[in-house]
């Protein structure tokens, strides 16, 4: 079982800057598919971020603002958040998974961290 740990999270000021590191237990040679996903109170968890071999994939409220990168290296996969917007606040949770075509043959996710925007 592969353990993943989020850290980085708080509460910052509108316009402001946070980063999210992700650390796994295991080496991250064996996900092809990292990312960030945020579910705010009240909503469905969504996809912020992925990192699916070697291309990235951003939902189009983050485009511009949000950074993704993985360090196979470290075992960690970081999201860089720059020009913070109160309605980006939500729980972030780290993924890591293999998928083969589009089935995911195993699928890992962290306990999550709080980010919270004030405006």
């Known amino acids: 079982q592969v353990q993943l740990v ?12 946070l980063r999210l590191s992700c650390a796994a237990s295991d080496t991250t040679l064996r ?13 469905q968890r969504e ?3 992925t990192i699916i071999n070697r291309g990235t994939n951003y939902a189009d409220s983050v485009k511009g603002r949000f950074t993704i990168s993985r360090d196979n290296a470290k075992n960690t996969v970081s999201l860089q958040m720059n020009s913070l917007k ?5 729980v972030y949770y780290c993924n890591a998974r293999f998928i083969v075509g589009t089935t995911p043959l ?4 962290g306990q999550g961290t709080q980010v919270t925007v004030s405006s």
């Open 31 to 43: 996900f092809n598919a990292m990312g960030w996903y945020r579910q705010a109170p009240g909503k």
């Open 6 to 17: 989020e850290s980085g999270g708080g509460l910052v000021q509108a316009g402001g800057s």
């Open 106 to 109: 195993y699928d890992y996710w």
């Open 47 to 49: 996809l912020v971020a």
């Open 86 to 90: 109160p309605e980006d606040t939500a």
